[in-house]
């Protein structure tokens, strides 16, 4: 821009009439021209650089100061799923039972910070525990939800150690994904505390499974596991854990009063306490490009007289066009009626609780990232400890559609 101003002074002085031109001869002239030129020059430099000012001072905070509130969709994850399942239950002492059932679950995680978060969420089914079925008829009538989430997550300045409090998923690790302690439903109510550093792994919890105007009912125990990588396609998992529930032992039955049986004595509460020590291992491999498992899971009841154990053993296995979309899996359980409190195990096997053995398989079949299919045969014994053995057997076919 200067040197384009330059040239149109000079070019005007050049154009200037004959009387000008002459002039230039004179040197007093051409000094008084030259010196006025370059205040020229000076003042064109001034202006300039005072019209760029603003222009950067408008820029600046726009780039550098984002607007309030930007980016808060990146701090919330939604997800969930919904089941719909056809269950056929065939006990021997009892008609034959056909239900239609559904399950829904839906939960928001929001980061706070980089190292804090919070969640909720809502489950079909009511206050049980360790289901979220809803068995569909009624008349039509509306069904229930239920808080099923409700924590804070803080991820420690130590690596790898995490605190949570609150109403939250089950951070032990079920053998198998087997439900021989807990059922996969269940949400434990209260604080736990986990460290992961590696393959070692471990897991602080502090329950509240019960509050009365009396003692309390509560859980204290630990869970520690160590992975090893025996080669790209193998690990080997080890592990135990320890769960002390406290003032059982002649303390009404938790929940609604069934002890889904567990032991009791003529009032109708607990016989025993449970003081569970449990040892479980996997090991997971390829054969032929499909990815096997396989589990042992043991526990044992401290606290109880007899019918003390439990132990559950299985295999599993992924397979189909490179994508293995389909999976087999066999597990055998028997767990004796004291061995766990009932209330907490698998709501499934033998139609939940402890007092019974036998033979679960599953067929399942990925038809989507988000859309699969599953059905499972349990043919079960129950009641064997404690009274008169029965045959159970039930069929479940189910859809799931994840978000």
């Not at 001869?25 to 008084?32: F, G, P, Q, R």
């Not at 839906?106 to 049980?128: C, K, M, P, Y």
């Not at 994904?177 to 986990?194: A, F, I, M, S």
């Not at 859309?371 to 859809?399: A, M, P």
């Amino acid at each position: 821009m200067k040197s384009v101003l330059t040239t149109a002074l000079l070019g005007v002085l050049l154009l200037a009439g004959p009387g000008a031109r002459a002039a230039t001869t004179d040197s007093a002239l051409i000094e008084a021209l030259t010196t006025e030129l370059a205040e020229l020059r000076a003042r064109l430099e001034r202006l300039e650089n005072n019209r760029k000012v603003p222009e950067v001072a408008y820029q600046t905070p726009a780039t550098a100061v984002p607007a309030a509130g930007a980016g808060w969709e990146d701090r919330l994850r939604w997800k969930g799923d919904f089941r719909y399942r056809h269950e056929t239950s065939d006990p021997e002492f009892s008609s034959k039972r056909h239900r239609q059932r559904i399950r829904a679950r839906t939960s928001l995680e929001a980061d706070l910070s980089d190292s804090l978060r919070v969640g909720f969420g809502l489950i079909t089914g009511g206050q049980n525990p360790v289901s979220g079925n809803q068995t569909l008829g009624g008349g039509f009538s509306s069904k229930d939800i239920a808080l099923d989430l409700s924590y804070v997550t803080w991820e420690t300045p130590t690596d790898g150690l995490t605190w949570t409090a609150g109403k939250f998923r089950n951070p032990l690790h079920r053998a198998g994904d087997n439900g021989l302690l807990w059922d996969g439903d269940l949400r434990p109510e209260g604080t736990n505390v986990t460290f992961q550093r590696g393959g070692f792994s471990l897991t602080g919890l502090g329950l509240w499974a019960s509050e009365s105007s009396g003692k309390d009912i509560f859980v204290l125990g630990a869970q520690a596991g160590f992975e090893v990588p025996l080669s790209d396609t193998t690990r080997f998992l080890i592990g135990t854990g320890y769960y002390d529930l406290s003032d059982t032992r002649g303390r009404p039955v938790l929940f609604d009063g069934d002890p889904r049986g567990n032991s009791i004595d003529a009032a109708g509460n607990y016989l025993y306490g449970y003081e569970e020590l449990e040892v479980f291992t996997e090991l997971h491999f390829d054969i032929a490009n499909m990815p096997t498992e396989l589990f042992a899971n043991w526990v044992q009841n401290l606290d109880a007289d007899d019918y003390d154990t439990g132990y559950a053993i299985g295999a599993s296995m992924r397979f189909g066009n490179g994508r293995q979309p389909w999976k087999v899996g066999y597990t055998y359980q028997d767990l004796e009626a004291d061995a766990v409190l009932a209330l907490f195990t698998d709501s499934d096997f033998m139609d939940g609780g402890t007092d019974g053995k036998g033979h679960t398989l599953k067929l399942g079949y990925i038809l989507t990232s988000n859309v699969s299919l599953g059905g499972t045969l349990f043919i079960n014994q129950r009641g064997g400890n404690l009274g008169e053995e029965e045959d159970f057997n039930r069929v479940l076919f189910d859809v799931q559609f994840k978000y």
